[in-house]
């Protein structure tokens, strides 16, 4: 019986990003994309900027009262991140 050439695909895809070193990269381009999914459509309509710079997610919010409260969720929220991308992927998130 032949491979699923889905699943082939994926594995191919994997390799490629492990050979290349750019797991991390790709993994956090999907945190991005996903940004909304991830946290809600409540906190992604009032979120200006996403990005990565090495391991630490920097979040920019144009609600100052949403960006105490994130404050104080953040290991809630690198917990969820991580969910999505695994352990040891992310070290710290900022919020702007």
């Known amino acids: 019986m032949s491979e699923d050439p ?3 695909f994926r594995n191919a895809f994997q ?3 492990k050979e290349e070193n ?3 990269t790709y993994k956090q381009k999907q945190v991005i ?3 909304e999914r991830i946290m809600g459509k409540t906190i992604s ?3 200006t900027q996403v ?3 090495k391991k630490i997610l920097f ?3 144009s609600s100052a009262p949403l960006k105490n409260e994130m404050q104080n969720s953040k290991s809630q929220i690198i917990d969820l991140i ?3 991308i695994g352990k040891g992927e992310i070290e710290d998130v900022r919020f702007l």
């Open 6 to 8: 889905i699943k082939s």
């Open 15 to 17: 390799g490629f990003l």
């Open 22 to 24: 750019l797991e991390n």
């Open 33 to 35: 994309a996903d940004w």
């Open 45 to 47: 309509s009032r979120t």
């Open 51 to 53: 990005y990565f710079s």
């Open 59 to 61: 979040v920019k919010l």
């Open 82 to 84: 991580e969910k999505e």
